[in-house]
């Protein structure tokens, strides 16, 4: 009989120490789930900042590529300018050929 209460204090110890064993396995396990929430807040704060950067970059070539377009437009409508200038020009030359042929007549200058 005097085993029994040894044997039985035995086995409960044995099961605290397991308990006890668990419990320690379930503080790890959530100290790695928390280090994991953090590291997956850290991952999308990091992902929400390159998706800002991203989208700042893509205005910027919106914007650079509306500039571009602008200077297009101006140079084409310059060059129109230009070739419209050209066209009263040679016209007025011919104009004034015309007169300085018809004064030399007029006058009998060769």
């Known amino acids: 009989?005097?085993?029994?209460p040894n044997t039985a204090i035995l086995a409960a110890g044995s099961r605290l120490e397991a308990g006890q064993a668990a419990l320690q396995q379930a503080v790890a396990a959530l100290a790695?789930?928390?280090?994991?929430?953090?590291?997956?807040?850290?991952?999308?704060?990091?992902?929400?900042?390159l998706q800002n950067a991203l989208t700042d970059i893509r205005?910027?070539?919106?914007?650079?590529?509306?500039?571009?377009?602008?200077?297009?437009?101006?140079?084409?409508?310059t060059r129109d300018e230009?070739?419209?200038?050209?066209?009263?020009?040679?016209a007025l030359v011919r104009k004034a050929r015309a007169l300085e042929t018809r004064v030399r007549e007029i006058t009998g200058d060769p």
Do not use: P, Y
């Not at 953090?38 to 704060?45: A, N, P, S, T």
């Not at 919106?62 to 409508?77: E, H, I, L, Y």
């Not at 230009?82 to 040679?90: A, P």
């Open 1 to 4: 009989m005097s085993d029994e």
């Open 32 to 49: 790695t789930r928390a280090e994991l929430t953090q590291v997956r807040v850290d991952l999308m704060g990091r992902m929400d900042r």
């Open 59 to 77: 205005n910027d070539i919106g914007v650079n590529f509306g500039a571009s377009d602008a200077v297009k437009r101006a140079t084409d409508n």
């Open 82 to 90: 230009v070739r419209s200038l050209s066209e009263m020009m040679s």
